[in-house]
C-alpha cells in the first residue's frame, strides 16, 4: 500500500464531480418516513409549539396533508391519534370510531384511491395517548401490567388494520406484544399487513415535545420500567431478537442520535429491515437553534439524515420529511 506523499487523500474530494462519484451513502426520498398527530374536530391545523413546522391535523385537513406528502414521494406516514376520551385502560384506542380509525377511512378514500402504489399508513400502536394516567399499559397494583395490555394492543393493530392501515407499529416496549399482535392479526385475515416494531426504544428525555403533542406525558412515575436504559447495549440486541422471532419485519432504534451505535449494531447483526427514530427532542433543538440563527437548518438536516444511512439505517422517521424531501430536489 503506498503512503504520503504517493497517496493523497485529498486527490478525491477536489470537485464535486469526483465527490459525488466516490460518495458511499445516499439519503433518498424512499428512505423518509412522516409522523403526523390527527385530532378529533374538523377545519383544525394547530402547530405544535415545541415542534415549529408540525401541526395538529383533524381529519380533513390531514388528507390534504397527505396529498401533499404523497406529492413530494415520500411513501409512507406514521400516525398518532389523540382521542376524544381517556379512560384507565386506554380501551378508546381500539373504538372502531375513533380518531386515527376515522383518519385511516378517509385516507383510504380519499388518499389511496384505485393507486398500485399507495402512500403506506402506518399506525403507531400504544395506549398512552388512550389512558388517563399516560402510561403505555394498563396500571395494577401500582404496576405498568404487561400481560393486560396484550390483549388490548393487539385488539387496536387489528381495528388499525379493518380501516387502512396498511401496516402496524407496536411502540410500547411489554414483552411479547409483537407475537401478540402477529397471532391476532393473522387468525382475522391480516396475515400480509407488516409490523414494524419500536424494537430497541430506549427511556429518553428526547420524547419531551411528543409528550406534549400527543397529550401523553405520565401522570406519576416514568417509563423506566418498560423502556430501555439509555447505559445498555447487548440488552438492545436481544430486544431486537425476540422481537424479529415473534415476527416483526422492520425493526427500530429509537432515539436517533444518541443511538446511532445501535444502529449499526442492529443492521450488522441481524441483515434486516432497519428504521431509526429521529425523534422530537432531536427535531426541536434543530428547530431552535435554526430560528436562533445559531445553524444552517438545511445542512444539519440534510448531514444528520445522511449520518443514519451511513449508520446502516434503511428507513428514517423524521419531522423533516417534507423538508428534506423538497430538499432533495432541489
Ligand atoms: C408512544 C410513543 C412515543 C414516541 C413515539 N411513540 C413517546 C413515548 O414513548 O413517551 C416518541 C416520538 C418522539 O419523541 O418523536 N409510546
Ligand atoms: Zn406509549
Not at 35 to 41: M, S, T
Not at 50 to 61: K, R
Not at 254 to 277: E, Q, S
Request: hydrophobic share 40%; aromatic share 6%.
Amino acid at each position: 500500500m503506498p503512503a504520503f506523499p504517493q497517496l493523497r487523500m485529498r486527490r478525491l474530494r477536489k470537485t464535486e464531480t469526483l465527490r459525488r462519484m466516490v460518495r458511499e451513502n445516499h439519503l433518498h426520498v424512499d428512505d423518509l418516513i412522516y409522523p403526523l398527530f390527527v385530532v378529533p374536530g374538523s377545519g383544525v391545523k394547530r402547530e405544535i409549539s415545541s415542534m415549529p413546522g408540525c401541526y395538529h391535523f383533524s381529519v380533513d385537513t390531514l388528507v390534504e396533508e397527505c396529498k401533499a406528502v404523497r406529492d413530494l414521494g415520500i411513501p409512507a406516514i406514521m400516525l398518532f391519534g389523540i382521542p376524544e376520551r381517556k379512560d384507565a385502560a386506554g380501551t378508546e384506542a381500539a373504538n372502531p370510531e375513533g380518531t386515527v380509525q376515522r383518519a385511516l377511512r378517509a385516507l383510504s378514500r380519499e388518499v389511496n384511491t384505485a393507486s398500485d402504489a399507495p402512500l403506506e399508513l402506518i399506525t403507531d400502536v400504544c395506549l398512552c395517548e388512550y389512558t388517563d394516567h399516560g402510561h403505555c399499559g394498563p396500571v395494577i397494583n401500582g404496576e405498568i401490567a404487561n400481560d393486560a395490555a396484550l390483549e388490548l394492543l393487539a385488539r387496536v393493530a387489528l381495528s388499525h388494520a379493518r380501516v387502512g392501515a396498511t401496516m402496524v407499529a407496536p411502540s410500547d416496549m411489554m414483552d411479547g406484544r409483537v407475537a401478540a399482535i402477529r397471532t391476532h392479526l393473522d387468525n382475522n385475515n391480516f396475515s400480509n399487513t407488516p409490523i414494524m416494531s419500536y424494537a430497541a426504544k430506549y427511556a429518553s428525555a428526547y420524547y419531551g415535545p411528543f409528550r406534549e403533542a400527543a397529550d401523553s406525558a405520565p401522570q406519576f412515575g416514568d417509563r423506566r420500567s418498560y423502556q430501555m436504559d439509555p447505559a445498555n447495549g447487548d440488552e438492545a440486541l436481544e430486544e431486537v431478537r425476540l422481537d424479529l422471532e415473534e415476527g416483526a419485519d422492520i425493526v427500530m432504534v429509537k432515539p436517533g442520535l444518541a443511538y446511532m451505535d445501535m444502529v449499526r449494531r442492529v443492521k450488522d447483526t441481524f441483515h434486516r429491515p432497519t428504521a431509526v427514530y429521529n425523534v422530537s427532542g432531536e427535531y426541536a433543538m434543530v428547530k431552535a437553534a435554526a430560528a436562533q440563527g445559531w445553524i444552517d437548518e438545511r445542512r444539519i438536516v440534510l448531514e444528520t439524515l445522511t449520518g443514519f444511512k451511513r449508520a446502516g439505517a434503511d428507513l428514517i422517521l423524521t419531522y423533516h420529511a417534507k423538508d428534506a424531501a423538497q430538499w432533495l430536489k432541489d
